[in-house]
């Protein structure tokens, strides 16, 4: 997906890596990204796979968007981000979905026959979703239960009817404008914070350029524009 902004097709671009749902909601903004300048900006997906399995794309970026600090860290110590550029962005929600149902809630998680989430090792959505669980008396989940690498890969498993709901993230949810009788949102006080954060790779061509989107997706408009599809300040 390539979002132009500016009319000089000879622009620099500048190449994004995010996961699925943070490109959905970042994406459609990027027009607001100094408009008035000759710029370009391009989306590619992370994978649900391991992030070590994606170090060779992750390269090739100059951003990379939507994990967590810690995942970051790693990858700065690896000599791939660099890491006084991370920067904590976002709050992701967790939300837990079951499209038959109306305004499902905590009791459904207990009826559910079977169940999709991240894996909690893997993904910081899929850690809450331990929390919650746990907290319930649920984990291990009793029923079937279908773990993905990413919360993208929690929300197709509900959505393609391969199981009965899922925790899964917010965002996911908003972006893709599902019915909210369908989902609920899950208080932040059951899981600890999930912290979202960008960063610049180390082999960037255009470190200021980089720095500059960081600095407006972390400004007072994009923070209240992507607080009505999932995500919530940091600050």
Not at 27 to 51: E, M, N
Not at 143 to 168: C, E, I, K, N, Y
């Amino acid at each position: 997906m390539l979002i132009i902004v500016g009319k000089d097709t000879q622009a620099n671009e500048l190449h994004v890596l995010t996961t699925d749902e943070m490109q959905k909601a970042v994406a459609p903004l990027t027009q607001q990204f100094a408009p008035d300048t000759q710029r370009q900006v391009s989306y590619s997906t992370l994978q649900a796979t391991p992030i070590e399995q994606q170090l060779d794309s992750i390269k090739e970026a100059d951003i990379v968007l939507g994990l967590t600090p810690a995942q970051l860290e790693a990858l700065a110590q690896s000599g791939i981000i660099a890491g006084n550029s991370i920067l904590p962005l976002t709050r992701g929600q967790l939300a837990y979905w079951q499209p038959s149902s109306h305004r499902p809630g905590k009791r459904d998680l207990y009826k559910a026959a079977s169940l999709s989430m991240p894996l909690p090792d893997k993904d910081p959505y899929g850690d809450a979703a331990k929390q919650v669980l746990t907290l319930f008396n649920l984990w291990p989940f009793p029923r079937r239960v279908f773990q993905s690498f990413a919360a993208d890969g929690a929300f197709t498993l509900v959505a393609s009817g391969s199981t009965s709901g899922g925790l899964v993230s917010l965002a996911a949810l908003k972006t893709r404008r599902t019915d909210p009788r369908t989902f609920w949102v899950v208080p932040e006080t059951l899981y600890s914070p999930i912290i979202l954060a960008g960063a610049q790779t180390v082999g960037t061509s255009q470190p200021a350029l980089a720095s500059a989107f960081l600095s407006w997706l972390n400004s007072d408009s994009i923070q209240q524009q992507l607080k009505n599809v999932g995500y919530l300040p940091v600050r």
